[in-house]
DNA sequence: AACAGCACCTGTAGGC
DNA sequence: TGCCTACAGGTGCTGT
């Protein structure tokens, strides 16, 4: 479900409401969502407090008093509640009791993880620049010698971390590169011109909420609303905004791929 | 070594 | 209505 944008929105949310806060216990409905660790689980979170909160591309991570860091990912459809309503009852994997409120992991397909991190740890050290560190992406972007696609290559997490399927096709609209460049291909100016697109876009879509398709929600409970922005993601056979030619969907790496065949040609396009 | 393909899960929408 | 298939915002393993 969310990407970097909606995993920021809910942070944003999350953060007055966790920092400082004691957690009491923790109560594993799922254990492959703790990779079925759930008496370390335990011992190490219970009576520890969250000192504070961050996010890293869509992971989210709890700092705590005692030095370990709990990273969360809620993968395709996870979503972390302050209240459990009857109906999502049976999709809750995780719940976090604190001082005054408890947090419900809910997950329908049971695809997100929690991860804990012991002191002094490097976490998360697989995952590339965040997305929003743009002089990192430029240099990542130019420097590649990959022949992937480069559309490819954006939702790689090792090369750079929190693009997901709408944010990098809405990306490369905005950039107007073809999204099955290949990535070694990509011009300077390209490079450079992709990685400004990945700000602006990724930056709008926080400055409204995230994008709710279907049952993504800030911590509050609402709604984004950047789905109404969206100029490629979702619109297969609608005008494209800029030219009016029909918005096209194939399939890239098992996945839906929106793009517009007149602004987004090849290569070689004036770089401005 | 890098990359494509599939596995992991469940719900929903659309075709027949 | 019911059955079947395709698809969904993500990652990680496996085989080539």
Known sequence: MPELPEVETLVRGLTPRLTERRING?????????????????????????????????????????????????????????????????????????????????????FGRMKLWPPGAQILPDLGPDALDTPAVRKALKQTSSSRAIKC????????????????????????????????????HQAARLARAIHAVLQAAIA???????????????????QHRLQVYGRAGKPCYACGTPIERVRLQQRSCHFCPSCQRGRNRNSR
């Open 153 to 188: 290559l954006l939702l790689d997490q090792h090369v750079i971390a929190g693009i997901g399927n709408i944010y990098a096709d809405e990306s490369l609209f905005a950039a107007r590169i073809s999204p099955i460049t290949p990535a070694f291909s990509l011009s300077s």
């Open 26 to 110: 923790i109560t594993v409905l799922w254990p492959p969502t703790v990779y079925k660790q759930t008496s370390v689980y335990r011992d190490i979170l219970s009576g520890t407090a969250i000192r504070r909160v961050f996010r890293r591309g869509k992971y989210i991570c709890l700092v705590l008093d005692s030095g370990w860091t709990l990273s969360i990912h809620l993968r395709m459809t996870g979503k972390l509640l302050f209240q459990l309503s009857p109906e999502l009852m049976p999709f809750l994997r995780v719940s976090l009791q604190l001082a005054e409120q408890t947090v419900y992991f809910v997950d329908v397909r049971k």
């Open 208 to 226: 409204h909420s995230g994008t709710s398709l279907k049952d993504y929600r800030t911590a509050d409970g609402d709604s984004g609303r950047f």
